[in-house]
């Protein structure tokens, strides 16, 4: 499994395999780290930066606490449950640390959500922000929560500090809704027990088959499942995706010699996997320093929170750069560092990349994975070596191929539904042993990613949509992805979203969604664009300009929310 299977060149610089050997446990990375770069910054949030000898310092106190305060055994399931904060990595190394395993919690989870998640994974503790203390509470005695750990927006940053903003989000802002969790244990009082006992059990998991994350998705198409991420997933991916990332001169193909003052902005959660791979393993064994954004949202604090900085990278997605490209201070900051930019997460639109690379000089280098794979398949180079509208080759070490709806493999350059072989995929989805199945092919080998692909003679894949979102009007097949490229085009649209809808005459017709920057564009003015650009049978029949529309924490556009919606109506020409 050392190459992928066409017979083409990897980008220069990126190797065809990868050292799995280097590590067997993600501890080891965090440890690695620690001996190696203790006076580097490692993160910074609210404008305060700890070193990587704090974040050491930290979580192994917090590793103490959980193994001389709580009842908690190696192996038990603990939830983290907050946005990106300085508690995050100190909360998520120390747990690991201490030999649990984590189960990444979404903040915006309804309680129903919370509810069946703690208690499908088992989860024995939480730790959480006080702004969903007061959902805990509701629903604690229907789980079997045995330790609740609370912690406030700032509770890392110094005293003043602390105490003004955490005060003002609970009195002013009113953030914190009034909560009774009277054996809750505050965050910084685990830390001062922790640090009291004077150093942990390094009793962590060890064995690179062990499973340390529970990583949950699939809640858009139904019950959501937890995904077995082991040590030897989590490590090889952060290996290959920092194989993949490595600086290389376009030029020469050298490596460019490593920064040791690299920042790259984290505003994607950290409890995402996404997010957890790039930051918390791959630019955390590098040295690196992360910037964290707590709301991505507030696109005015955000642009606050990143000026000051002189920025390596950015870590980002669609959506995303979208908000920053159309926020009238985000071309003040100074781009004159940055090198990279990944994308991930969801379709990247040509327009985004082009406005992104004309305002900040750095091409966006996009990205592919999913949770199942921990999650990166595929990556482009970086340096210049991007190919657009491609998410580039397979990492390292990953075997990819396209098969047909009979499960027959498809020949190079056909359209079939991606399947993956790599160090990477899951063991399997937590206590579900017929969904796991159900996500292999039959001979249990490769992971069918449910995304419909091409791979081109140099093994750069073309991610052309969702195998469930795909629109078959009057026979043909029709790819949101498609029309949302062309659409988002369009200088007076800033967002849009195309689904199916029933049709009496074509069976399914296309339906599209504009979040618009323009009050007075027309539905006729983006039927002519579509009309110019797309297939007769492509163009929406149907045209809704929104306010906003449905999206994931991470910034994903819900097209089965919209789908939901117009299955409850009988759809109305536009």
Not at 118 to 129: E, H, I, R, T, W
Not at 415 to 442: H, I
Not at 463 to 481: Q, W
């Amino acid at each position: 499994m050392d190459v992928s299977f066409w017979d083409g060149k990897r980008a220069p610089g990126v190797p065809d395999q990868i050292d799995l050997d280097q590590y067997n446990a993600v501890v080891e990375v965090i440890e690695h780290a620690f001996r190696r770069y203790a006076e580097r910054p490692a993160f910074t949030g609210i404008n305060h930066t700890l070193t990587f000898r704090q974040i050491d310092q930290y979580s192994a106190a917090f590793a103490a606490y959980l193994q001389n305060h709580t009842s908690l055994q190696p192996g038990d399931r603990i939830a983290v449950q907050m946005p990106n904060l300085l508690q995050f990595p100190i909360a998520m190394y120390g747990a690991l640390r201490a030999g649990m395993v984590v189960v990444n919690t979404n903040p915006l989870y309804t309680e129903r959500e919370m509810l069946h998640q703690f208690n499908d994974s088992g989860a024995k503790a939480l730790v959480c922000m006080d702004v969903f203390a007061r959902s805990v509470q509701n629903i604690r005695e229907q789980t079997g929560l045995k330790h609740v750990i609370v912690t406030s927006l700032a509770d890392m940053l110094p005293l003043v500090r602390r105490t003004l903003i955490n005060g003002a989000a609970r009195h002013i802002k009113k953030m914190v809704p009034a909560y009774s969790l009277p054996d809750a244990v505050p965050f910084r009082r685990a830390l001062a027990l922790g640090e009291k006992v004077g150093g942990f059990v390094p009793n962590y998991m060890r064995n690179p088959h062990d499973t340390i994350i529970l990583q949950y998705t699939g809640g858009t198409t139904g019950v959501a499942k937890g995904a077995e991420l082991t040590n030897r997933n989590l490590v090889a991916n952060m290996m290959q995706s920092r194989a993949t990332l490595s600086q290389v001169d376009p030029a020469s193909g050298q490596k460019i010699k490593p920064d040791t003052g690299v920042k790259v902005v984290a505003p994607l959660p950290l409890y995402h996997i996404y997010s957890f791979t790039v930051h918390l393993m791959a630019l955390f064994e590098a040295g690196d320093h992360s910037i964290l954004i707590a709301n991505p949202r507030d696109t005015d604090m955000f642009v606050r929170m990143i000026r000051p900085h002189k920025l390596t990278g950015f870590i980002g997605l669609n959506t995303l750069f979208v908000s920053l490209l159309n926020h009238p201070e985000f071309r003040k900051c100074d781009f004159s560092n940055l090198r990279l930019t990944l994308s991930g997460g969801t379709a990247l639109v040509d327009d985004t990349a082009r406005r992104w690379k004309d305002m900040t000089g750095c091409g966006i280098a996009e990205a592919y994975g999913l949770t199942e794979c921990s999650p990166a398949v595929c990556m482009n180079p970086t340096g210049g070596l991007e190919r657009m509208g491609t998410v580039g080759q397979a990492v390292p070490g990953t075997a990819l191929k396209c098969i047909d709806d009979e499960g027959n493999e498809v020949a190079v350059g056909e359209r079939g539904e991606l399947c993956v072989e790599g160090p990477q995929v899951m063991k399997g989805y937590w206590n579900r042993p017929q969904a796991t199945a159900d996500s292999f092919t039959a001979d249990g080998r490769w992971l069918r990613t449910g995304d419909v692909a091409v791979i081109d003679d140099d093994g750069f894949v073309k991610i052309v949509d969702r195998i469930k979102d795909m629109i078959l009007v009057s026979g043909f097949n029709v790819y949101p992805n498609e029309i949302e490229d062309v659409v988002a085009q369009h200088p007076a649209v800033e967002n849009c979203a195309a689904i199916g809808v029933a049709d009496d005459k074509t069976g399914e017709a296309v339906k599209l969604f504009i979040v618009a920057t323009d009050p007075n564009v027309t539905v006729e003015e983006i039927r002519e664009h579509c009309r110019n650009n797309l297939t007769a049978y492509k163009v929406p029949r149907y045209v809704e300009f929104r306010d906003e529309l449905p999206m994931s924490p991470v910034g994903k556009i819900l097209r089965r929310e919209l789908k939901d919606e117009e299955a409850q109506k009988q759809p109305q020409p536009a």
